[in-house]
């Protein structure tokens, strides 16, 4: 009765959302204040229906009501209760219906806190929010009802894929949601634009703390599952260029130039039209992300199931969506006032390169991605496009941005020094430099381009102290006055500052364990010793165990460095007994932000395992470099000037009027 | 710089930029693809050494040896042709004979057996590779869900 109840729900969330897109937007049109505010109730009762629908399933997993072919497919009754949350997203009806909770999560968000926006303007909004709800929903309640029952009721469930049951997944997908469908209000704020066909300065600082929070979340999710496909999938890879992981790394790189063109906006007035492009654009490859996962046109390693009526489905939605908001774009941009004039060296310049790059870059990964899908459908032959093709071309795009990135934030509105902006990041070069020489000298030699990557990442994270630095008048004034304007600047100068210090973290753990990690492969019997990164590996014997769900085999190593013990390691396989499917759990060991990782291969006839070693230097520094770009995002948000309506402070004299964090 | 100056220095720049980044992406796909196989291609079509690609079917029953160390040998097959494999590494969890398997790799000359550098494992015990899957139906091999078990 429960789960009609959950089904139920939907259906007249439904309702409530075909209500939502078109009412307000009629009245909008009309000038008709109550059917406006139709919208913000609508908004409210879709949220909370979407809500009681979601809680119903949650509840059949966690009863593990097997009668619920949803349950029964992913769920297990010995699983830990854990898992039998996060079994709720981890198949596709339950992310999808989670995907929906989060749309209208959002929508739900702007019609609370968007009391200061205009009426019209707000009305608009959640109708085309209201749209893409209806889409969706009619695609769950059509093709992915996750409240289909079973009769008779099975015995028990087929259990959880296992490389799913890891709490990095239980966290991965919510995160990731929250940021792909974060960028839907910055698309309805483009579509609302674009029918209002008026677009100013107030627009952008409206959107702005929007496309942040998504790309916060956005930023978070993409690092969580990077770190899950390192430590869960066993190949020692943290970056695989997998279709799905492109599918969540353009919408980044779209929303991360959004975040800076909303800058120039906001301040200057100018890339009004391109701002709106880049909006749509952005949720463009949030749905495109979508349709890549849901529909299982590609090879992939994230591919659940594969079904051509969703696929179908999902490709509508995205052509209506995206065709939609094109034409709408093509007939309306060109009335849309083109507005502030700037040099081509200037903050503005350094910020249209940055959004030149990263767009580019976003087009590159999309052309890879979809080339061997289109390259099939014209000629029938089949191609992979891997990561030798994804690091020839965004890597040697990436170097141009990475240089310039210190310079954006010394150079001025309007019309910058550029000579100016290099003479003060003479400091942070040559620590850069100086950096580089030291691990030349350490590693005795190396790659050059290695040394080049490393003095890059230091020249990154100088560059940006260089920045606040030079705002709070270090070394031009005293100490304690320096202190005072340090504390005084506002909340989104240290947002940039972190973001793009995070930037030169994680550029010096991809390089340093690109150029620097060891691996070998080699078959150990108990009592051999084998070396990886200066630490001696002892294989002391093989254990068998039993999980609740699973068996496993576990490998235990004893680590020691010249001669002393320093730490134990254990390394498993595992058998998932309702699946009968193995998964290897590597054993992983930090010293530092480095790692020793093991993974187990097959067991030889004579007692001996085939072990792979890595050592992975620094390792640690790419998702530690992750953290520092969710800091800065999360500061930036609380800077007070991007809080919707919070009044401006006039005191602040011009020259400390930053920009909020990229 | 007059206005049109300007204008026209920021759109030269982003035309030029965006051309480099074509010719970039051209060249990375005439270099850094590789072209996906089956065995019963490599009969009609000879592939040089030292080029890329992917090979394609299922692990044939009873040709799983391993040898030193971590070096495994196995033979791919779609019923029609059969190319014998050279991998040394871990194999992955759900590698098994009667499996469908994707390797990465190349002929070396001298030697006729591929040598693969990559073994693709995929994430469900039912799996079987969509490029394999399409072309057994193709040829039908492919006797649906049960066979690929």
Redesign the interface.
């Known amino acids: 009765m429960i789960i009609e109840l959950g089904h139920y729900a939907l259906v007249l969330a439904l309702a409530t959302s075909i209500l939502q897109s078109l009412l307000p937007i009629f009245g909008a049109l009309r000038g008709d204040r109550s059917l406006m505010q139709v919208g913000t109730t609508a908004a409210l009762a879709t949220f909370g229906l979407v809500a009681v629908s979601f809680a119903v399933l949650t509840y059949a997993h966690v009863t593990s009501d097997f009668s619920v072919q949803n349950v029964w497919e992913n769920s297990h009754s010995l699983i830990p209760l854990i898992y039998k949350y996060s079994g709720v997203w981890g198949n596709h009806e339950g992310s999808m219906l989670l995907w929906m909770l989060i749309l209208t999560f959002f929508s739900a968000l702007v019609a609370t806190f968007g009391r200061n926006l205009p009426e019209t303007l707000k009305a608009n909004v959640l109708s085309v929010q209201a749209w893409i709800a209806t889409a969706f929903c009619l695609f769950i309640l059509l093709t992915s009802n996750p409240f289909a029952r079973l009769l008779p009721a099975p015995g028990d469930g087929k259990d959880l894929?296992p490389?799913l049951q890891d709490i990095g997944l239980a966290i991965h997908p919510p995160l990731l949601y929250l940021g792909y469908v974060g960028f839907s209000v910055c698309f309805s704020f483009a579509v609302a634009a674009l029918i209002e066909g008026r677009i100013d300065a107030a627009w952008a600082r409206w959107v702005r703390p929007w496309a942040l929070a998504a790309w916060t979340c956005l930023t978070a999710g993409i690092s969580m599952g990077s770190y899950w496909a390192y430590y869960e999938?066993?190949?020692g890879g943290w970056w695989f260029w997998d279709p799905v992981e492109n599918a969540s790394f353009m919408p980044w790189l779209a929303g991360t130039a959004l975040l800076h063109s909303a800058l120039v906006m906001e301040k200057r007035e100018a890339l009004k039209i391109w701002t709106v492009l880049l909006a749509i654009m952005t949720f463009s490859m949030s749905l495109l992300g979508t349709f890549l996962v849901r529909s299982?046109v590609l090879?992939s390693?994230?591919a659940f199931a594969?079904d051509p009526t969703r696929g179908v489905f999902i490709l509508a939605i995205l052509v209506f969506f995206i065709g939609g908001a094109l034409s709408l774009f093509a007939f309306r941009a060109t009335h849309l006032k083109a507005g502030g004039?700037?040099?081509?060296i200037s903050r503005e310049?350094a910020l249209?390169f940055n959004n030149?790059?990263l767009t580019?870059a976003a087009?590159?990964v999309l052309?890879?991605t979809l080339?061997p899908l289109v390259l099939e459908a014209l000629t029938g032959?089949?191609?992979?496009?891997?990561p030798?093709?994804f690091n020839?071309?965004f890597g040697?795009?990436m170097l141009p941005l990475l240089l310039a990135v210190p310079f954006g934030p010394l150079l001025a509105w309007k019309r910058g020094d550029l000579f100016g902006a290099g003479q003060r990041l003479f400091a942070a070069v040559g620590i850069g430099l100086l950096i580089g020489g030291i691990v030349y000298y350490v590693e005795h030699g190396g790659p050059i381009m290695a040394l080049f990557g490393i003095a890059l990442g230091v020249y990154l994270i100088a560059g940006s102290l260089t920045d606040l630095a030079l705002r709070a008048g270090l070394g031009k004034v005293s100490g304690s006055v320096a202190f005072r304007r340090l504390k005084g600047l506002p909340r989104s100068a240290f947002g940039t500052s972190l973001a793009h210090m995070g930037l030169g973290v994680t550029l010096i753990g991809i390089v340093a364990v690109t150029a620097f990690e060891t691996e070998h492969?080699?078959?150990m019997k108990p009592g051999m010793t084998t070396e990886a990164g200066g630490y001696t590996l002892r294989f002391d014997g093989m254990r068998q165990s039993n999980g609740p769900n699973y068996t496993e085999d576990s490998g235990h190593f004893t680590v020691s460095i010249g001669g002393v013990n320093v730490t134990e390691m254990w390394s498993s396989?595992r058998l998932y007994t309702a699946?009968?499917?193995?998964?290897?759990e590597a054993g992983i060991r930090s010293f530092g932000a480095s790692q020793l990782y093991v993974?187990?291969?097959?067991a030889?006839a004579d007692g001996g395992v085939?072990v792979?070693i890595w050592w992975k230097p620094f390792i640690l520094c790419i998702w530690g470099g992750t953290l520092f770009m969710i800091a800065g995002g999360v500061v930036s948000l609380s800077d007070r000037r991007l809080r919707v309506g919070a009044p401006s402070r006039a005191k602040k004299p011009k020259k400390l009027v930053l920009e909020p964090a990229e | 710089?007059s206005?049109k100056q300007?204008r026209l220095?920021?759109i030269g720049?982003?035309v030029g930029?965006?051309l480099a980044?074509v010719l970039?992406?051209m060249?990375?796909?005439s270099?850094?693809?590789?072209?996906?196989y089956m065995p019963a291609d490599l009969q009609k079509t000879q592939i040089p050494p030292e080029t890329r690609i992917?090979l394609g079917g299922l692990v044939a029953e009873g040709s799983v040896k391993?040898g030193q160390?971590?070096t495994v040998n196995f033979a791919v097959t779609d019923s029609i042709g059969t190319v014998k494999v050279t991998y040394?590494?871990?194999?992955p969890?759900?590698f098994r004979e009667g499996q469908g398997v994707v390797t990465?790799g190349k002929f070396v000359s001298g030697n006729p057996d591929f040598v693969a550098d990559t073994v693709l494992?995929?994430?469900?015990?039912n799996y079987m590779?969509?490029?394999v899957a399409d072309r057994l139906k193709e040829q039908g091999v492919w006797k649906g869900e049960e066979a690929a078990k």
Do not use: C
Request: zero cysteines; charged letters at 20%; proline letters at 4%.
């Open positions: 894929n490389v999938l066993g190949w299982g090879t390693v994230h594969t004039l700037f040099a081509p310049g249209v030149l790059i580019t087009a590159t052309t890879g080339y032959s089949k191609i992979s496009v891997g030798p093709f020839m071309t040697l795009l492969v080699v078959e396989k699946r009968r499917m193995p998964t290897t993974s187990l291969g097959d030889m085939v792979r | 710089m206005r300007k220095a920021i720049g982003g930029f965006l980044a970039l992406v060249f990375a796909f270099q850094a693809v590789a072209y996906f992917r391993r160390g971590s040394t590494g871990i194999l969890d759900l990465e494992a995929k994430h469900d015990e590779p969509k490029d």
